[in-house]
């Protein structure tokens, strides 16, 4: 299995930038396939992004397309979410998450293994 850690959250204003990390451990890391999730309290947990275990292809939600870019380093075996002007609306809960083989990316049941999540709190 592997574990992760989730970093880099925090609190900014709007139209500021964070970098978080997800730092894994245990199994080769670079077989997994990263995700990002976030939940806002009330909310569901909504997909963000996610790469794939090469790091040649991206997938973004909506929301974020332009504003947030995922990128990994399997030598680091690290996964990160640039996140910039952000929104009051990008406050949230942030999970970083990995799965393995063909999977929906966007889709939180397909990933077998979760970060315990970071805060971030954009204010207005």
């Known amino acids: 299995q592997v574990q992760l850690v989730e970093s880099g959250g925090g609190m900014v204003q709007a139209g500021g930038s964070l970098r978080l990390s997800c730092a894994a451990s245990?199994?080769?890391?670079?077989?997994?396939?990263m995700g990002w999730f976030r939940q806002a309290p009330g909310k569901e947990r909504d997909f963000v992004a996610a790469?794939?275990?090469?790091?040649?292809?991206?997938y973004y939600a909506d929301s974020v397309k332009g504003r947030f870019t995922i990128s990994r380093d399997n030598a680091k075996n690290t996964v990160y979410l640039q996140m910039n002007s952000l929104k009051p609306e990008d406050t949230a809960v942030y999970y970083c998450?990995?799965?393995?083989?063909?999977?929906?990316?966007?889709?939180?049941?397909?990933?077998?293994?979760w970060g315990q999540g970071t805060q971030v709190t954009v204010s207005s």
């Open positions: 790469i794939t275990w090469s790091g040649g292809t991206t």
């Open positions: 245990g199994r080769t890391f670079s077989v997994y396939h």
């Open positions: 998450a990995a799965a393995t083989g063909s999977v929906n990316y966007y889709y939180d049941r397909a990933y077998r293994y």
